[in-house]
């Protein structure tokens, strides 16, 4: 750890220009230099599946394997569709990426679809987001001036376009194939799985969808080689067959209760306690942690007892959390009550569901209706057994969703009932015996 260099956010946080020019002088487009003079598109989807790099946008699904999955010889076009949206809560890498640094996002866009053999890329951009898309744009025609996009790049036979579109802020186009439904002017609906979006996706043709920090990746990969990649995170488990291990370094977004909130770029597989004591500062206010949200609030709740837990891509699993998520940890302190931390979550999670499935639309209301009860003082201890029970019968796991918004708006309700239980209980206790001795005052 003490001999690891921010590369991700080498140039932000020397404060560097974010234009062309300088990103030039800073050694930029030499991967793509390397990638469209020295090796084939074949040669760079091989540096990338060798390296282990896993998605950085939430599912953590290897990015190499991913591209591999593209039909042979399909006669295009192929699409690459960039996941600029950003939803999750809490979470802000991409942004800091695209305003501070977006020739680096660039330069992994046009690299990622020269290995995909990708014409068109479209970035699809969190509305909210107006910098990011000022600043985005104002480097595309940069590129453009300068023969690094459109026909004959660098001369030699590839042509790419990038285009931004702008979502409407919903969190479901955060999933792929909502994200292509919105891109092609339709309601932000996921659509059904298979075909998936490698054989049938944007405008019914090959799609690779990925995202900003994965990209950004991609740029240093073939820059530095899979080995210097795979030097820095943690090896699969070899107990675990799954595991595909965590590798190269991750942009950790901390929040919440800690004196130093930001942004910070570490190799995957460090502990929660040690981002949030030497990178965050502290707990704010000389208290203590009660909780924290290892990676979006998708991801679930870890306890105070569990931040020795590595965030790595399996590390929050082996505590009853969905996975890493985006890294976004949000802490909240002994004085927080949990009972608000799970209404204001499933209050988030009932506003964003689509709709469109029927376990997920009805689950996450009644689970906001539950909690708006439990939080006015008229729970029933049962209504506990209710939400865990809701929790595990919603999503793509158990099988009644088309989309994982269910996975990830039910486990944070399960998550929090097994692990603060007696808080929960007495929140209910304490307000029921609250209303009795209010009624014996009236009478």
Excluded at 34 to 57: I, N, Y
Excluded at 186 to 203: D, L, Q, S
Aim: aromatic fraction near 8%; hydrophobic fraction near 35%; glycine fraction near 12%.
């Amino acid at each position: 750890m003490a001999d690891f260099e921010p590369v991700l956010l080498r140039r932000i946080l020397k404060k560097a220009s974010p234009w062309l020019d300088a990103y030039r002088a800073d050694g930029g487009y030499r991967a793509l230099q390397k990638a469209v003079h020295e090796m084939t598109p074949a040669q760079v989807v091989d540096t990338v599946k060798t390296s282990g790099l896993r998605g950085r946008g939430g599912a953590g699904f290897p990015t190499g394997l991913k591209w591999t999955f593209l039909p042979k010889d399909h006669p295009g076009p192929i699409y690459m569709c960039i996941n600029a949206d950003e939803s999750e809560p809490c979470t802000f890498n991409n942004r800091i990426l695209m305003e501070e640094d977006p020739h680096q996002v660039l330069e992994g866009i046009i690299l990622s679809c020269y290995a995909t053999r990708a014409s068109t890329a479209y970035v699809y951009l969190r509305y909210e987001y107006g910098r990011s898309y000022r600043v985005m744009q104002q480097a595309i025609d940069e590129l453009y001036n300068n023969n690094l996009l459109g026909r004959n790049i660098l001369g030699r036979d590839f042509h790419l376009d990038i285009y931004l579109h702008r979502g409407a802020a919903a969190y479901i186009c955060g999933e792929e194939t909502a994200l292509l439904e919105s891109l092609e002017g339709k309601r932000g609906w996921p659509r059904i799985k298979p075909p998936f979006p490698a054989v049938e996706g944007a405008f019914r043709k090959p799609t690779v969808v990925n995202n900003i920090e994965t990209v950004a990746c991609v740029t240093h990969i073939v820059d530095r080689g899979a080995d210097w990649f795979k030097s820095m995170g943690v090896p699969p488990d070899p107990k675990n067959p799954r595991d595909t291990g965590s590798y190269g370094p991750k942009l950790y977004c901390i929040s919440g209760h800690v004196n130093k909130p930001g942004c910070v770029e570490l190799p995957l597989g460090i502990t929660l306690r040690e981002l949030i004591d030497k990178y965050g500062g502290g707990v704010w206010k000389g208290r203590k942690a009660k909780g924290a949200i290892p990676g979006g609030i998708s991801m679930g709740i870890m306890t105070e007892a569990e931040f020795d837990t590595p965030l790595d891509f399996a590390g929050p699993a082996k505590v009853g959390c969905l996975g890493l998520g985006t890294a976004a940890v949000t802490v909240f302190d002994e004085e927080t009550s949990i009972v608000d931390v799970l209404y204001n979550i499933c209050r988030f999670f009932a506003h964003e569901s689509c709709g469109q499935c029927t376990p997920c639309r009805e689950g996450t209301g009644w689970m906001l209706k539950i909690m708006e009860r439990i939080r006015r003082g008229q729970g029933r201890l049962e209504d506990l057994n209710i939400l865990e029970v809701a929790g595990d019968q919603m999503g793509i796991i158990p099988g009644t969703t088309i989309c994982g918004l269910a996975d990830g708006a039910g486990w944070p309700v399960k998550n929090a009932i097994r692990k603060f239980r007696g808080e929960f209980e007495q929140y209910i206790r304490g307000a029921k015996k609250s209303r009795l001795l209010e009624l014996v005052k009236t009478h």
